[in-house]
């Protein structure tokens, strides 16, 4: 059964300080793995995915997420935050077999709050 | 292009009515994808759709909640007899394969009172 754990529900910074958002995983099979970002009465945006390539994966604006299988976690992170990456965040995986494709599991979400 | 579109944006009902949502995924994509996004639950899996296969329904929380899929393209997902904990966010997505990126429509708020 596959799972996944955002460790801080909320994360506050200030802009231009990076930004560390943890998750772990659990899954029996290879799992796929992603961060979606909400922002306020908005739609889920996908910022990033691994899918056994490079553990290392950049996304979009300026975002990235490593993959470490021996800690079974894929933390997200930027180098500068910036006012408008305030919103909530959401881990997610994918197991890697038939009947769980296309079941995203969600991490309850970590919301970001950026200060001037 | 296009992305997924849903309506009504929002809903307001009466407990005990049935309700339909709506999902018009992206052109061209073959999954189509229904959750639900509560402030007690969080962002749970209902069903999807791929191509012609059977639907997989294994997230739905009670036999009130079907959906269908017409023609490949525009699902409907209908809550009969709704109650108040049924008020949550319905969020639906789409891509290309069931083992692609998934997309996600604006979602439809629904209220039961």
């Known amino acids: 059964a596959q799972s996944v754990t955002q460790l801080d529900s909320h994360v506050s910074v200030s802009e231009g300080t990076p930004v560390l958002l943890r998750c772990n995983y659990s899954?029996?099979?290879?799992?796929?793995l992603f961060w979606y970002v909400q922002h306020p009465n908005k739609g889920l945006q996908l910022l990033l995915k691994?899918?056994?390539?490079?553990?290392l994966v950049k996304g979009i604006n300026g975002f990235e997420a490593e993959f470490k299988k021996s800690e079974t976690s894929f933390h997200l992170t930027k180098p500068s935050a910036h006012m408008s990456d305030a919103a909530e965040y959401f881990c997610?995986?994918?197991?890697?077999?038939?009947?769980?494709?296309?079941?995203?599991?969600f991490g309850a979400g970590t919301q970001v709050v950026v200060t001037p | 292009g296009a992305g997924v579109s849903q309506s009504p944006s929002n809903k307001v009902t009466e407990k005990g009515k049935d309700v339909e949502l709506r999902c018009d995924p992206i052109?061209?994509?073959?999954?189509l994808y229904w959750y639900r996004q509560s402030l007690g639950q969080g962002l749970e899996f209902l069903i999807y759709?791929?191509?012609?296969?059977?639907?997989?329904k294994s997230g739905l929380p009670s036999d009130r909640f079907s959906a269908e899929r017409t023609g490949g393209s525009v699902s409907t997902l209908t809550i009969q007899r709704t109650q108040q904990e049924d008020s949550a966010v319905y969020l639906c997505?789409?891509?290309?394969?069931?083992?692609?990126?998934?997309?996600f429509g604006p979602g439809t708020r629904l209220t039961v009172l």
């Open positions: 997505a789409s891509s290309l394969q069931v083992t692609d990126t998934q997309y």
């Open positions: 899954s029996s099979y290879s799992p796929s």
């Open positions: 691994y899918t056994s390539a490079a553990t």
């Open positions: 997610v995986v994918s197991e890697g077999r038939c009947d769980s494709w296309g079941k995203l599991q």
């Open positions: 052109s061209g994509h073959t999954a």
């Open positions: 759709f791929q191509g012609n296969s059977a639907p997989d």
